[in-house]
């Protein structure tokens, strides 16, 4: 079994049709959210198992050959989903199924790379979320109250303009004079939490044509 080091995950929240919103994990080969191979390991293998039985897939996947590589994981609603890109996709299959007679595993089929791009590999709102995260992780400390958190973004003066009305509004201050093709405005709300605030600002830049910047701590 093929897996490599480089590693990153994220989570987001997802509603099961009962109302009560639950959150899933995903963690992924940076290699291939930066640089899929489609030419090669064209299958994708899913092995879903119920999250207690999580240990015992992931601990059996080493005695899968190389043809198969192992490229993220998913957690949600009591779940555990290993998702593998294969060559030989039917003596996988094979293996895993005599692997892990033991549990009950699900295995899913699917061609090519589509499932991993769609479903794995993380998209804007979700890289924005592994960067706050590491911004947190770098900055150390106790997160968790309230302080002044400034956001900036960058684009024309007209796109700049909307998305400055549309803040003040919510409660956002100018940090220091707009200039140019720069915006940066400031609140007071908890870092820890910060992605709550960024994802949104992401959306809203998007939505008036310029990019959301990033943020610091004042």
């Not at 590491?134 to 002044?148: A, F, K, V, Y």
Request: include cysteine.
């Amino acid at each position: 079994m093929r897996r490599d080091d480089d590693w990153n995950h994220y989570s987001y929240r997802y509603d099961p049709g009962d109302g009560e919103p639950r959150t899933a994990y995903v963690g992924f080969d940076v290699g291939c959210a930066l640089a899929p191979a489609p030419g090669s390991h064209g299958t994708t293998l899913r092995l879903l198992v119920p999250e207690e039985h999580a240990e015992s897939l992931t601990h059996g996947l080493s005695a899968l050959p190389d043809t198969a590589w192992w490229v993220g994981e998913e957690r949600f609603a009591g779940r555990f989903v290993a998702v593998l890109q294969v060559d030989d996709a039917d003596g996988v299959e094979a293996l895993a199924r005599e692997r892990f007679g033991g549990i009950s595993v699900v295995v899913q089929r699917s061609a090519g790379w589509d499932y991993f791009e769609d479903r794995v590999c993380p998209n804007e709102h979700a890289w924005r979320r592994i960067t706050d995260r590491e911004q947190l992780e770098r900055l150390g400390g106790d997160m968790s109250m309230p302080c002044r958190v400034a956001h900036a973004f960058f684009g024309d003066a007209a796109a700049l303009g909307r998305v400055q009305e549309r803040l003040l509004a919510e409660g956002f201050e100018p940090v220091e004079p707009a200039a140019g093709e720069r915006l940066v405005l400031a609140k007071e709300h908890v870092p820890a939490e910060v992605s709550e605030v960024s994802v949104p600002l992401l959306r809203l830049a998007r939505e008036h044509r310029c990019a959301y910047d990033g943020w610091w701590l004042l």
